[in-house]
């Protein structure tokens, strides 16, 4: 099968605010093998000499499959890229190129190494070797086409909030999520059931595959697709959301009613100019806010159901 890998390349005076918005448009369109790129970042650092350096760019690249309707996808993300811009007051290029399968199974990998994402959590990708070191936690991971690796501050400020605010069997509900990298996580942590939902199809597969991965019983586990939390009848101690700003605060109208009293609501995938706007959703929902991280232009925050 071939695949065109579409990249679009980013110049804003808040670069952080365009990624955000052009890797919710990739989601938007469930793009595949989404990788953000940012200059000035170096996750590889410490990890052998054979690691790729660090962008020199602020780009978003994704995978649409070459089919009958690759035409139209394409002409809807340049016209849905055009209103952004002007939203978000950036100036882009698009990069079309168009890769066999095979092809992009191997470089789309030198892109992921061995990253030491919190005080104990390693996400260490399958295909590559690392030597645990002290208490380290190791999480096994392949994100094949799926969303979420743990090089992305987003997904290494859930990671953080987690190890410090999650409690011993402690059920999780992860919404979006994505290569199941935050469940894996929990799991590692010592949480109970988990369970996990999103939009793509290709993600549900790629999560399951990625909790069992990590040696985490089918019994304790529900990775299904869905619209956020429309199909959740049970409560939960955590749930966990690493998504843009505007369906973070679309989702608080619901998702504390899936959430035990006393339980806690994580959210990432958050850039700094939008972190307001969530704070006061949160807030207006009756929610008491615990903490908040910010790394590199963009926020976690942890709150609780009182």
């Not at 065109?4 to 804003?12: A, D, F, L, P, Y």
């Not at 990788?35 to 590889?44: A, K, L, S, T």
């Not at 994402?117 to 096994?140: M, N």
């Amino acid at each position: 099968m071939k695949w065109i890998e579409t990249v679009v390349i980013i110049k804003s005076e808040s670069p952080e605010m365009a990624l955000d918005l052009v890797s919710g448009l990739f989601m938007e369109f469930c793009l595949q093998g989404v990788v953000i790129e940012e200059p000035g970042r170096d996750p590889f650092a410490d990890w052998g000499e054979d690691a790729i350096e660090s962008s020199d760019r602020y780009a978003v690249k994704g995978y649409f499959p070459k089919d009958d309707k690759a035409d139209l996808r394409l002409d809807e993300v340049r016209e849905r890229l055009a209103g952004l811009s002007e939203i978000g007051e950036f100036s882009y290029e698009i990069e079309y190129t168009e890769v066999d399968e095979e092809d992009w199974a191997e470089s789309w990998k030198e892109f992921f190494w061995p990253e030491k994402i919190s005080e104990r959590i390693v996400v260490k990708p399958t295909w590559r070797e690392y030597e645990a070191q002290g208490d380290d936690i190791i999480i096994e991971i392949d994100p094949g086409m799926a969303f979420g690796t743990g090089a992305h501050p987003t997904t290494a400020l859930c990671i953080r909030m987690l190890e410090k605010h999650l409690k011993a069997d402690d059920s999780i509900l992860d919404v979006g999520t994505g290569s199941g990298i935050l469940l894996a996580a929990s799991a590692k942590l010592g949480a109970g059931f988990l369970h996990g939902t999103d939009i793509d199809d290709v993600a549900v597969i790629v999560a399951r595959e990625n909790l069992l991965l990590n040696k985490v019983p089918e019994t304790s586990f529900l990775v299904e697709a869905g619209d956020l939390v429309d199909k959740i009848s049970r409560q939960y101690d955590v749930a966990v959301a690493n998504i843009l700003a505007e369906v973070v605060v679309r989702l608080l109208d619901n998702l504390p009613a899936r959430v035990k009293d006393g339980g806690l609501m994580i959210f990432s995938g958050i850039i700094t100019e939008r972190m307001e706007m969530v704070l006061e959703k949160i807030r207006t929902v009756g929610l008491e806010v615990i903490e908040v991280m910010e790394d590199g232009g963009w926020v976690a925050i942890c709150a609780k159901k009182s």
